[in-house]
């Protein structure tokens, strides 16, 4: 059985490297695999990085990774947007262990689905300026049925399925690999469908924001209607960075950066125009280190690399 914050995997039997990751995203785009490594000097290195159109379940999976060293690793593998809410909401005053039970009432009538059927768990928010409101914190509520079959699809195709993420965390970490979110960076990621802005400093998510445009729908649309996308993309990184500098006290971000999907669009000609704070689109080999050249890589492949980042133990 599935509890909160745990998924049980001792019965995979599978001895596993832990000096990197390897990740799996599947989408309507078809399958994306990474496998991060990490030496105890140097940059992360993207040591496997594969993209089918094949999404025939475990087997089409299972070819793309064949006679890799995808399987040596730990797996992690993203939920898709629609399997999960995350929910910014007020923190419950109780200890510790009761915190998740605490969310769970909080939430129930704030999620699509029946909170019987949801794993939540939480992360806090650090730093909040203002002793005197409420303290806030992100809680993330996913279908059971749903992580169940991911962590079946991964065993099949013949990974040790150990993490469910979601692509917030992968953002985040992304956002790591440049120098400046060390004081404070608001990332920008697109696929073809939608987006997600992050603000972390130091490793530390402060906010998250969805996007409900696309690279694809700001790459094919016409003119004037392109800059009215744009326009409203803006908006969400203008009312992101004000919540984030009346919120927190370390100042305005150093920085927005667009991930290579979002450099690819409009946005990066008319961002800069905007915006006061700089404007970077770092490409992924200035970032990391590649076996092989990366080409170009959609918004799920990118995501897949940013799960493979992870280095926290413990997630959904």
Known sequence: MIRPGVIPLAWLGKKTRNDGLTAVVTAETGNHVATVTRA?????????????????????????????????????????RKDYQLLLVEAPDVRPDELRAAVRWRIKDLIGFHVDDAIIDVFEIPDQRHANRNRMMYAIAARARRIVERADLIDAAGLA???????????RNLAMLIPEESRGLALIHLDDTGGIITISRQGTLYLTRRLDTGARELLDAEE????????GVLLEVQRSLDYYESHFPHGPVAAIALTPTAAATPLAGYLPQQLETPVLAPALEDLLEFDEPPGMLDGNAILAIGSALRQETRAL
Request: proline content about 5%; glycine content about 4%.
């Open 40 to 80: 105890r000097s140097g940059a992360p290195r993207v040591a496997f990085q594969r993209s089918s159109p094949d999404t025939a379940g475990a087997s089409g999976l299972k070819r793309l990774i064949e006679r890799s060293i995808a399987a040596r690793f730990r797996t992690s593998t993203l939920l898709d």
């Open 161 to 171: 399925a150990d993490i469910v993420d979601i692509p917030e965390m992968a953002v």
């Open 224 to 231: 004037s209607q392109r800059n009215v996308l744009c326009e």
